[in-house]
């Protein structure tokens, strides 16, 4: 009871101080906008919305507060139904357009970056560091992009991450007891960051793996860098072997450090995320089931080893994952800045202002899909996944390199864990913020399967 009064009375004293600060520069600030706006926009006017009471903290606290509860979208659709789908705010300390406008996002997204650029909260640019391919731009950008685009979707790769990623697989589920519940998401994160960071720098699971992977936690918690030597044969290599000038080894440390992202969160988190959606949706359990044993059953008949083709040719698979991609909303969105004032389909965005391309709100808009909420990966048999409203990877110049391989990752996890395994899972729920994740670690109790 003592803690609550003094957090309530700290929370109460700050907020004064904010506001009588405010009171002191309001009208500087209110002119200083009004004044940039009109010379640089002519009578154009910004999109509706609100800045917020507070300089600087804007509406931030009510984004966040929405941004931990179950449907962080809130915030969003509040203004969205008060100002439209495009409308102007004050987030992580910049005036913001955020668009939950698809065709509005995606022309942000494939604009080049004369136009816009990267622009994230100062903690997360901090972390990544300035070299960081989530926030180069021009040509090094698009030359780090094409390296490792290219390498990433090269038959001999997928090869080697389907060999990899099945021995691991096969591994870590040979360990499964019935007597104690599996917890999907650390087992997904295990083996998915062994599978990328032998892609990316050549290293087998053992001492090193570990403690690269516990100095990579801390990295994520806050640190800035972390020194490795690199091997061959992997994307390193690809980016050490470049003749530009402009790949110095920071950059390149750098940027390994961030492509380990998606083995320690995106990859694991899309496993886990589709194995809870399948765990509360039989009818889709059972078709992906029959379909991922018939193949095994044909493999084995043949005598044959499943081929990373094998793996992304299972259509009813694909929608699961894709379904999962869309409801899930492992990227929420992501950020801008105008380098010039721009006008797009009359909304105008003023030079120096940010822009969030909010992915969720298109994701889960009843006008684009039918009963948006609800996990229905047979949408899929017909409608198309190349289209503006269907972002989960980014999109344009910045669109995901890893694409493909995340899909196949999936793949083969769930491959093998349905051909594998009966189970039940416990109930348990997804946080959204700061990243997606099961708030319990998706634990499920397994049966194996008995053949013949």
Not at 438 to 447: D, L, N, Q, S, Y
Request: proline share 5%.
């Amino acid at each position: 009871m003592m803690l609550s009064l003094v957090v309530t009375a700290s929370i109460i004293l700050l907020l004064s101080a904010i506001f009588m600060y405010s009171k002191k520069i309001k009208s500087s600030y209110s002119t200083s906008y009004r004044i940039s706006n009109t010379q640089s926009l002519g009578r154009r006017r910004l999109p509706l919305g609100s800045l917020g009471i507070f300089p600087f903290i804007g509406e931030t606290i009510q984004f966040i507060s929405c941004a931990y509860s179950d449907k962080p979208e809130t915030f969003i659709n509040k203004r969205r139904r008060m100002y439209g789908n495009v409308f102007k705010s004050h987030l992580f300390g910049s005036p913001t357009i955020v668009s939950t406008d698809a065709e509005v996002s995606k022309i942000i997204l494939q604009s080049d970056g004369k136009i816009f650029v990267p622009s994230y909260p100062k903690s997360l640019m901090e972390l990544m560091g300035k070299s960081s391919i989530l926030l180069i731009n021009g040509s090094l950008q698009k030359r780090i992009h094409g390296l490792i685009g290219g390498f990433f979707k090269s038959s001999n790769l997928k090869a080697q991450i389907t060999s990899e990623m099945q021995n691991y697989v096969t591994e870590s589920m040979g360990k499964w007891t019935e007597d104690c519940p599996v917890y999907i998401q650390d087992q997904a994160k295990t083996i998915a960051f062994q599978v990328l960071v032998k892609a990316l720098i050549s290293l087998d699971p053992g001492d090193e793996m570990e403690l690269l992977k516990k100095h990579f936690q801390e990295f994520i918690a806050g640190l800035m860098s972390l020194p490795f030597t690199f091997p061959a044969k992997d994307v390193a290599d690809v980016l050490v072997n470049d003749t530009s000038e402009e790949l110095t080894d920071d950059l390149i440390a750098e940027n390994m450090i961030d492509l380990m992202i998606p083995g320690e969160d995106s990859v694991p988190v899309l496993i886990t995320l589709a194995i809870k959606y399948l765990s509360d949706c039989p009818a889709a359990l059972n078709q992906l089931t029959e379909e991922n044993l018939k193949l095994k059953m044909l493999k084995d008949k043949l005598g044959q080893p499943l081929s990373w083709n094998d793996y992304l040719s299972l259509p009813f698979t694909q929608t699961v994952i894709t379904e999962t991609l869309r409801i899930g909303n492992i990227i929420i969105g992501v950020m801008r800045k105008a380098m010039k004032d721009v006008e797009i389909k009359g909304h105008c965005i003023p030079k120096g202002w940010c822009v969030l391309a909010y992915f969720r709100a298109v994701h889960l808009d009843d006008k684009l899909y039918d009963f948006p909420y609800q996990f229905n990966p047979w949408r899929w048999q017909e409608k198309d996944t190349n289209n503006c409203s269907f972002t989960p990877f980014g999109g344009g110049q910045r669109l995901c390199p890893g694409l493909d391989l995340a899909r196949l990752e999936a793949s083969i996890f769930l491959h093998h864990f349905v051909t594998q395994f009966r189970w039940e899972a416990e109930d348990d729920s997804i946080i959204n913020f700061p990243t997606v994740r099961m708030k319990k670690r998706m634990p499920v109790w397994v049966k194996r399967r008995r053949y013949p």
